[in-house]
């Protein structure tokens, strides 16, 4: 019975981890701006791989895995905001600009 | 019955991650900016480390963990570096236009007060010219607006690039 529970979870986990990374991959194509796609992409892609490995861990319940499963979410967690915010500054101190639809732009001196 | 959700979940999210993979994929090579394509690389990362994921609670290899963990790091560093080049590789041309733009209105605004800046640059050099008369200085003043102007617009590509 809680083996099948634990299944249940780890399924849902999967359904919703692989559709948050369909999602990050479709808002590539149908954002306008590099700074929108990026919000798509390491948001919800962070949020998707974070499932999926979350669901692997609840699955195996085997201790190293677990551990090893949670290092890597954190791990992810803690990169994936500061590879996109230092993308992010530079695209914008070296010049590419906002789509025209964007309508404000914080950083304009 | 369980486990035949979790087979049709794994199914399920083995199609969506492939569907995922080759839309960035296809963002790599298609993205229109350079950085759109380091985006995508990320990306691109992410979604193997579900892959992994996947495969691992599918077959039980779960030292492909292990492998997802480095993967992360490796995709971390690739980009920062990514942002790095970016950066070294200087402005882009709508970049450039605009700085040069705001610059030369920059000027314009400084210019029409420019006598009192002037005055007070030239009080800031005497020092270092002491021997200089008060005659030369006024003609250094007349020939030197012309040369500080001039030796401005050549370097404005010379740091952007």
Redo the contacts between chains.
């Keep these: 019975m809680i083996d099948g529970l634990a299944d249940i979870i780890a399924g849902l986990m999967i359904i919703a981890g692989s559709t948050f990374a369909f999602l990050a991959a479709v808002g590539l194509w149908r954002l306008p701006d590099i700074y929108t796609r990026m919000h798509s992409a390491s948001k919800t892609g962070t949020v998707g791989s974070g499932l999926l490995l979350l669901a692997l861990a609840a699955h195996v319940g085997d201790t190293s895995t677990v551990t090893r499963a949670l290092a890597g979410v954190v791990f992810f967690l803690l990169t994936a905001p500061i590879s996109a915010h230092l993308l992010a500054k530079v695209s914008y101190a070296v010049g590419y600009r906002l789509t025209d639809i964007s309508v404000v732009d914080e950083l304009k001196k | ?3 035949e ?2 087979n ?3 199914q ?3 199609v ?2 492939s ?3 080759l ?2 994929v296809l ?1 790599v090579i298609k993205g229109p ?1 350079l ?2 394509r ?3 690389l ?2 691109l990362v ?2 193997a ?2 892959f992994i ?2 495969i ?2 599918k077959t ?1 290899y ?1 030292l492909y ?2 492998v ?2 480095a993967l ?2 490796v ?2 560093l690739a ?2 570096a ?3 080049f ?2 070294a ?4 041309e ?3 236009e ?2 040069r733009l ?1 610059e030369s209105q920059k000027q314009s605004e400084t210019e029409k007060p420019s006598v009192e800046p002037d005055t007070n640059s030239k009080v800031v050099e005497k020092p270092s010219k002491k021997p200089v008369t008060a005659k030369k200085t006024a003609s250094q003043k007349v020939a030197k607006t012309p040369r500080t102007r001039s030796r401005k617009t050549p370097k404005k590509p010379e740091t952007k690039s």
Aim: a positive charge.
């Design positions: 019955m369980s486990s959700f979790l049709f979940s794994v399920f999210a083995l969506l991650l569907a995922a993979f839309l960035t963002k900016t950085p759109d380091i985006l995508a990320d990306m992410a979604t480390i579900g994921a996947v691992g609670l039980g779960t963990v292990d997802a963990i992360g790091l995709g971390f980009t920062v990514f942002a790095r970016i950066l590789r200087g402005q882009t709508e970049g450039r605009k700085k705001e």
